[in-house]
């Protein structure tokens, strides 16, 4: 059973459906937050939504499936519904996803940025027990911002004024 209820849908300040855009609107939002835009890299995303006003986010994707940050070499696996509330540099009371630990999966609840910042971003579980790592492990590179693509040559073209002598 879902945790989004129409309710929840209806208070969104945003909300998309499709995976191209939810994929970019989600990088945005943790980018926007000040987070790793390769924090959370869900697949098949059917939904994301956003109320500002309490900075809940949620994330629905067609099936769960784990991901292994290779940097680190960590497993995490993302439910088919990642809920949580986000602020500048924090993820709290975060719902769908666990980490494993050992050989044992345990949730995570917060995450957070260091302020003053250390460089290392912490996942933190309902247990207490916290995990520290390098933010760059969670970076993913853009390898198309040298590219410029013909929508933003378009859009830069028309942007240009031209003024007369």
Not at 16 to 44: A, V
Not at 82 to 110: F, N, P, R
Request: net charge neutral; charged share 30%.
């Amino acid at each position: 059973m879902s945790v989004i209820t129409e309710e929840i849908r209806a208070a969104a300040s945003e909300m998309y459906r499709g995976d191209e855009i939810c994929q970019e609107k989600s990088k945005f939002l943790l980018t926007e937050m000040g987070l790793p835009n390769g924090l959370l890299p869900l697949r098949d995303i059917v939904e994301v939504g956003y109320i500002k006003d309490t900075g809940f986010v949620w994330l629905i994707q067609k099936k769960k499936f784990d991901h292994k940050f290779e940097k680190i070499g960590r497993h995490v696996q993302y439910g088919a519904e990642v809920t949580a509330y986000v602020e500048q540099k924090k993820i709290k009371k975060l719902t769908g996803v666990k980490a494993k630990e050992m050989m044992i999966w345990l949730s995570i609840c917060d995450i957070y940025i260091d302020d003053p910042p250390t460089g290392k971003i912490t996942f933190k579980s309902p247990t207490g027990l916290s995990r520290s790592f390098p933010i760059d492990a969670f970076v993913i590179e853009d390898n198309n911002k040298d590219k410029p693509d013909a929508a933003n040559l378009a859009a830069n073209a028309a942007a240009v004024q031209v003024k007369e002598v």
